[in-house]
Structure formats: structure tokens, C-alpha cells
């Protein structure tokens, strides 16, 4: 039950989001308040003789009109809240007005969740990641495309592997990053990226490698017994921001059940600049992925919230 918004090829090949029109309006139910037209964001919908009507010829299928119709009096079909029906918990089924959640409480969890690095031994639950998964979906998207792809890697041989994979990456671009005129001439080019690489990464991947080969130490996930990949397609408005988003949410789920989770960035450049790691991981070509989450049940413990870097703050308010 991952749900992936379906998708058209346009004749050219270029994808085209699907704006089909799936609302249902059960006229003997509509009481003509008006509710559903002042939360529509693509005027799907209009009054006529007094009923809420469908009109027009594309819709977002954001399902805002059926969650704010007071007497259920419209259905979307293409939304299907089975997509989101959690194995291992289970929530309150009403909306929460704004206000009524401690704030507190908000912000306490988001300053408690760290980047773990030290995990037990113990597999995670299929259903927890599934669950996971499901709580990523949660998240808002642009113009509500909501394309993300998932990878749930669930063992840790399966970690194992892919940690693999990416080390040969790795020992690959050190051998190319080594070469000094090779930087240069990309460089030199307005290529400076290899460069770059060699000046912040280059020492502290080549002794993480060496200690890996010598003594099989997990550099990369930590020794994490599971890793979710997420991801998006080309054709969605903004892929990257909408996998960064589901992917918060994940990390903050995690938390709340008693999981630990670390983002792994070097993951995310190996799996982009390899095809052959996207075969690996019967990934499609035409997926990317932006995010790569370590999960596991941690083996740290803290005693207080840490602060934070000072942050530059704008406020403009008009020329």
C-alpha cells in the first residue's frame, strides 16, 4: 500500500501530472454552504441552483472539499485513506483545529530527536518501516503532486550491502580525486567540484575506507539494521523539497517510536552519480533520490536539550 501518484506521458515523453477530475458530490447530502468552494485552490468547483457542483476540468485531488464538507457530501476518488491506515499505532481520526496542540510539546520532540550513530543489535519490525513510510506521506507537497518514492532496506544485510556498493564508489573517486591535474583541468573548466571533494572530503573517506577494509566497520550507516530511501520523479513540481519533507516528518516519527535515525548524505551523492547503484537497488532510472534515512533502535541516551548556531534573521517589510 505505497502510494505513487499516477502519472501521463504527454506525446513529446515529457511527464505530465494527472489533474484528472475524481470529485463526487452527493447532491441529497449538500446543504449549499459553500465550505468546499472557499477551500478549493484550482476552482474545481461551483454553487449552481444551490449545490455544490463539479465545473471544472482539473483538480489537485488535494481532498480539501471532502474534509471540509460538513455532511460527508463529497467523496475524491483517487484518494484513498486506506494508504494511511498505521499497522503498529493508531490516531485520533478528527482534524486538529490550529491551537489545540501543545506547542510545547511540538518543539520539545523536534530538539530531542539527534542524529543517532550507535544502534543495538535488534531488527526493526517490517511494519514499523511500512509505518514510517506512511507518516512520510503525511507531508505536504507541491502544487500536491505527492510523487515521492520509498526503498525500505529492512535487514541489516541488506544494509550491508548497499554499504558495500557504495564504498567501491568511493574508492573509486579518491583514485580520481588523487590526481591532482585532473582537478585542475575540471577546474580550470568551471568544474570545480572534484576539487572541492578532495579539499573537505577526500582524508576523512579514504581513512574511513581503509578502516572499513581492514576491520569491516560501518562508516556509513553506522551499523544501522535498516535504511529508507526516499525519493521522487522528474515530473513532479518540486521533487527534491517534497522527499526533504516527507523525510522530516519520518525522522520526527521515528522518534516518537522509540527510534533512532541519522540522515546519510554520502549515500544520496553515490546513488545519484551511479546508475549502476540504482540498478542495484531496482530503482527506475528516472527516479532520484534525496534523502537516505539510517533506522534502528538507538544506543544513546542524553540528559538535555542542546542549543543551536545563531541563525541570520530578515525581516522586510516592503520597499
Known amino acids: 500500500g505505497l502510494h505513487l501518484l499516477p502519472e501521463q506521458k504527454s506525446p513529446r515523453g515529457m511527464t505530465v501530472i494527472d489533474r484528472s477530475v475524481t470529485v463526487v458530490i452527493d447532491a441529497a447530502k449538500c446543504v449549499g454552504c459553500e465550505a468546499c468552494l472557499q477551500v478549493c485552490p484550482s476552482e474545481t468547483l461551483a454553487m449552481v441552483e444551490g449545490k455544490a457542483m463539479v465545473t471544472g476540468q482539473e483538480s489537485l485531488g488535494c481532498g480539501h472539499c471532502a474534509a471540509v464538507c ?19 499505532f493508531s490516531h485520533p481520526p478528527h482534524w486538529l483545529p490550529p491551537g489545540k496542540f501543545p506547542l510545547g510539546e511540538l518543539v520539545r520532540l523536534m530538539r530531542s530527536r539527534r542524529s543517532c550513530r550507535n544502534f543495538i543489535d535488534q531488527t526493526v519490525p517490517l511494519n514499523r518501516l511500512e509505518d514510517l513510510v506512511k507518516i512520510g506521506q ?12 520509498f526503498t525500505i532496506l529492512p535487514t541489516r544485510d541488506a544494509v550491508r550491502q ?71 520523479h522528474s515530473g513532479a513540481a518540486c521533487p527534491q523539497e517534497d522527499a526533504l519533507l516527507a523525510a522530516q516528518n519520518m525522522l520526527l516519527g521515528a522518534h516518537a517510536m522509540g527510534l533512532g535515525t541519522c540522515l546519510i548524505g554520502f549515500a544520496v551523492s553515490a546513488i545519484e552519480r551511479a546508475p549502476s547503484l540504482k540498478d542495484f537497488l531496482n530503482i527506475p532510472r528516472g527516479e532520484s533520490i534525496y534523502a537516505s534515512i539510517a533506522v534502528g533502535f538507538p544506543d544513546e541516551r542524553y540528559h538535555r536539550l542542546p542549543g543551536r548556531k545563531p541563525a541570520p534573521v530578515r525581516v522586510w517589510s516592503g520597499a
Do not use: M
Open 162 to 232: 548497499l554499504s558495500e556498493q557504495v564504498g567501491r564508489f568511493f574508492i573509486r573517486l579518491n583514485r580520481l580525486a588523487e590526481k591532482r591535474f585532473l582537478r585542475s583541468a575540471l577546474k580550470w573548466i568551471g568544474r570545480p567540484e572534484l576539487d572541492f571533494y578532495y579539499r573537505n572530503y577526500f582524508t576523512s573517506i579514504h581513512d574511513g575506507i581503509q578502516d572499513w577494509q581492514r576491520t569491516g566497520r560501518d562508516h556509513l550507516f553506522h551499523g544501522a539494521p535498516a535504511v529508507i530511501l526516499v525519493g521522487g
Open 138 to 149: 503525511t507531508a505536504p507537497s507541491g502544487s500536491n503532486c505527492q510523487a515521492w518514492t
Open 70 to 88: 460538513p455532511t460527508e457530501a463529497i467523496c475524491v476518488k483517487a484518494l484513498d485513506n486506506a494508504v494511511l491506515d498505521f499497522e503498529t
